[in-house]
Nanobody, 123 residues
Framework: QVQLVESGGGLVQAGASLRVSCAASGRTFSSYVMGWFRQAPGKEREFVAAISGSGASSYYADSVRGRFTISRDNAKNTVYLQMNSLKPEDTAVYYC????????????????WGQGTQVTVSS
């Protein structure tokens, strides 16, 4: 089992950048695919990005490809989401999750979840 804690959210203006982090407990962090999801008020949770256990492969939602970058540091048990050129529609609670399937955008592929961090982008 793995426990996840997100950090780094905040309020930024449109066009700005922000990096959110997710620290994981446990000694098997590198065995998990790590994903980021987000949920805006009144909307369903949606997939943002995922990265393989080694960090060699990644997968993005069309809405963020080219603006967001997912990365991980297995020595620090941490996964990051670098968000550039932020838009007001990126406003949401961002969740990290641990799972086993890289090329699945389904939240059902991720059994472990953090509590989320709020990202707000003002226009």
């Amino acid at each position: 089992q793995v426990q996840l804690v997100e950090s780094g959210g905040g309020l930024v203006q449109a066009g700005a950048s922000l990096r959110v982090s997710c620290a994981a407990s446990g000694r098997t962090f590198s065995s998990y695919v790590m994903g980021w999801f987000r949920q805006a008020p009144g909307k369903e949770r949606e997939f943002v990005a995922a990265i393989s256990g080694s960090g060699a492969s990644s997968y993005y939602a069309d809405s963020v490809r080219g603006r967001f970058t997912i990365s991980r540091d297995n020595a620090k048990n941490t996964v990051y989401l670098q968000m550039n050129s932020l838009k007001p529609e990126d406003t949401a609670v961002y969740y990290c999750a641990a799972g086993f399937t890289l090329y699945s955008g389904s939240s059902r592929s991720y059994p472990y979840w953090g509590q989320g961090t709020q990202v707000t982008v003002s226009s």
